[in-house]
């Protein structure tokens, strides 16, 4: 049995208690928050039975040589991943982190560094890798059924109102590390890498700030880029469409697809290059794709089963902290690219304006001033359209 402790008790720290309940090998004993009525709050809710038997408190340091804790998992602020993950990774603990991994690539470095050192085990929560339909067509692409991608355009849309970056450590670049795209578009930027099985080659991007004027983030932005093996890519997403629309269109050799919500296309072209359905083959690739076998659990809760995996069999865990990194990778390069109206090539190298906090900070547009700063919002959180 894993003893769990939960840092961060918001509303997706309340996601990663619910996900570590409904797993056997699990026992949720400790929870961490600045305001520890949270924690109060989430034992009366979910497991008031047990309201004796688990430590509260509001100074994560106070768990750090408890010897009964074994996985630790953090639902913090960006800005405080890079110190809580370490400490934890140093005192033994096996770590399961929140997206995004961190503020900035020098400080996921020294993350990764950490763990390298400690023989401990940290992994990312990419939850929206996790569903059937997506699962079942990374397995198929990754098998060779579609052919090679040619193109992929991503679109990564989501609705906040103005007021979302009312709470404290939103909206800036120093305590969010970005805009839309890191918080919400960092999981079609973690899938569009997963599926395409590297980081593109070069990204240009465009960026800008419409409707949040609390912010000094972007809450739009474009990108363009170019992958190994010349398939090409585009990404659109904001922070302002009440649509909500998220998803991807992958153009391949032998089919085109959609997802999460699944759709297959199969053409054959006739005498003359006018294309006409190909019923016989894409029947084939249906039928391939509905017998692939799923596990129950999707979102987070497959997240947190599949880490406790990957601690139980000594086996790397399926989002790790360089899919982490190259998450980040790939969203500093587009801000420095729209920053800088210039194409970027990746890798990006230590020497870049971005690699540093410091440089992120000096180097990124401040589209509006933050003035507004409130502890706690009332409301309840929504997840993407892969979840729905």
Same mark, same amino acid.
């Given at each position: 049995? *894993?003893?769990?402790?939960?840092?961060?008790?918001?509303?997706?720290?309340?996601?990663?208690?619910?996900?570590?309940?409904?797993?056997?090998?699990?026992?949720?004993?400790?929870?961490?928050?600045?305001?520890?009525?949270?924690?109060?709050?989430?034992?009366?809710?979910?497991?008031?039975?047990?309201?004796?038997?688990?430590?509260?408190?509001?100074?994560? *340091?106070?768990?750090?040589?408890?010897?009964?804790?074994?996985? #630790?998992?953090?639902?913090?602020?960006?800005?405080?991943?890079?110190? #809580?993950?370490?400490?934890?990774?140093?005192?033994?603990?096996?770590?399961?982190?929140?997206?995004?991994?961190?503020?900035?690539? &020098?400080? &996921?470095?020294?993350?990764?560094?950490?763990?390298?050192?400690?023989?401990?085990?940290?992994?990312?929560?990419?939850?929206?890798?996790?569903?059937?339909?997506?699962?079942?067509?990374?397995?198929?692409?990754?098998?060779?059924?579609?052919?090679?991608?040619?193109?992929?355009? #991503?679109?990564?849309?989501?609705?906040?109102?103005?007021?979302?970056?009312?709470?404290?450590?939103?909206?800036?670049?120093?305590?969010?590390?970005?805009?839309?795209?890191?918080?919400?578009?960092?999981?079609?930027?973690?899938?569009?890498?997963?599926?395409?099985?590297?980081?593109?080659?070069?990204?240009?991007?465009?960026?800008?700030?419409?409707?949040?004027?609390?912010? &000094?983030?972007?809450?739009?932005?474009?990108?363009?880029?170019?992958?190994?093996?010349?398939?090409?890519?585009?990404?659109?997403?904001?922070?302002?469409?009440?649509?909500?629309?998220?998803?991807?269109?992958?153009?391949?050799?032998?089919?085109?697809?959609?997802?999460?919500?699944?759709?297959?296309?199969?053409?054959?072209?006739?005498?003359?290059?006018?294309?006409?359905?190909?019923?016989?083959?894409?029947?084939?690739?249906?039928?391939?794709?509905?017998?692939?076998?799923?596990?129950?659990?999707?979102?987070?809760?497959?997240?947190?089963?599949?880490?406790?995996?990957?601690?139980?069999?000594?086996?790397?865990?399926?989002?790790?902290?360089?899919?982490?990194?190259?998450?980040?990778?790939?969203?500093?390069?587009?801000?420095?690219?729209?920053?800088?109206?210039?194409?970027?090539?990746?890798?990006?190298?230590?020497?870049?304006?971005?690699?540093?906090?410091?440089?992120?900070?000096?180097?990124?547009?401040?589209?509006?001033?933050?003035?507004?700063?409130?502890?706690?919002?009332?409301?309840?959180?929504?997840?993407?359209?892969?979840?729905?």
């Amino acid at each position: 049995m *894993h003893s769990v402790a939960i840092i961060g008790t918001g509303s997706i720290g309340k996601v990663h208690v619910e996900a570590f309940m409904k797993d056997e090998r699990c026992r949720v004993v400790a929870l961490c928050s600045r305001t520890t009525s949270k924690c109060e709050e989430i034992i009366s809710s979910l497991m008031p039975e047990r309201k004796d038997e688990i430590t509260i408190t509001d100074d994560w *340091h106070t768990l750090l040589d408890r010897k009964d804790i074994d996985i #630790v998992s953090i639902a913090l602020p960006p800005a405080l991943h890079k110190e #809580v993950t370490i400490a934890f990774l140093k005192s033994g603990k096996d770590v399961l982190l929140e997206k995004p991994m961190a503020l900035t690539l &020098e400080e &996921e470095d020294e993350m990764i560094a950490a763990e390298r050192e400690s023989g401990r085990k940290l992994g990312i929560i990419f939850q929206n890798r996790y569903y059937h339909d997506i699962q079942r067509a990374k397995k198929m692409l990754s098998e060779g059924y579609f052919g090679k991608v040619l193109s992929v355009d #991503v679109t990564s849309h989501w609705f906040r109102g103005a007021n979302y970056h009312n709470l404290y450590w939103r909206g800036t670049w120093a305590s969010e590390g970005g805009g839309c795209l890191t918080s919400q578009g960092v999981h079609q930027v973690d899938m569009l890498l997963w599926f395409m099985g590297s980081l593109p080659e070069s990204i240009t991007g465009t960026m800008d700030n419409r409707t949040h004027t609390n912010s &000094e983030t972007e809450d739009e932005g474009m990108a363009f880029m170019r992958f190994p093996g010349k398939a090409l890519g585009s990404l659109t997403f904001s922070l302002s469409d009440m649509n909500e629309f998220q998803g991807f269109r992958f153009q391949c050799e032998k089919a085109a697809f959609t997802i999460p919500s699944w759709s297959l296309s199969v053409k054959k072209p006739q005498p003359n290059g006018y294309p006409e359905e190909d019923k016989e083959e894409a029947e084939r690739l249906q039928r391939i794709f509905d017998s692939i076998p799923v596990d129950e659990k999707v979102g987070h809760d497959k997240a947190v089963s599949s880490f406790v995996d990957a601690v139980d069999n000594g086996t790397e865990p399926d989002a790790t902290s360089l899919d982490g990194r190259n998450a980040t990778e790939f969203i500093d390069a587009f801000y420095l690219s729209a920053a800088t109206e210039e194409r970027v090539n990746i890798p990006l190298g230590k020497d870049s304006p971005v690699y540093t906090k410091e440089g992120l900070v000096s180097t990124m547009p401040k589209f509006f001033k933050k003035t507004i700063s409130t502890e706690s919002q009332k409301g309840n959180m929504t997840l993407g359209s892969a979840s729905k």
